[in-house]
């Protein structure tokens, strides 16, 4: 009976042992996660690693990694307030191209595609870089006619400047 109790124990104490090896595993996902700018799943990481801490039996650490969710969940907030600004300047960029401001419309998808960076956004990033090239087609035709007809204007002008002058003599 005592030998079974025994086995008993270190059973038990073998499974917190796993506990808290899986619990610092997970604490390391957790942190690497984050330092990738993965913030749910860093948040989804550490709640595991306290769960299976606290299912240790271990409380060294739980300050630690509370502060990591805490973090995490700064971190989420954060992601998606720039988000929401991002998704701001692309949409007053899509008003401006609309209305034919492309200057504007260029500005606001330069912002926008910088934050899209700056979140690790591929699609959107994307998304900016089709709508950046196709507003500088447009500005590119329209300094391409305007081009045009200044130098129409300026043939004309040289034509009634000849016209005159051979009609004084």
Known sequence: AIAKDQEGKQAEADKQSKNFQS???MLSAGDEALSKGDFLSARANYNTAKDLLEKSGESAGLAEIEEKISTADKKI???????????GYA???DEAFLRG???TARENYEYARRLYVKLNDEI???QMDKKLNDVQKRIDEIKQKEAVSST?????TVQQTSESESSSN
């Open 23 to 25: 619990a610092n595993d």
């Open 77 to 87: 907030s954060e992601s998606e307030e720039e988000k929401n600004t991002a998704s």
């Open 91 to 93: 949409i007053t960029g």
């Open 101 to 103: 401001d492309f200057e």
């Open 124 to 126: 959107n990033t994307i």
């Open 152 to 156: 129409a204007t300026n043939e004309s």
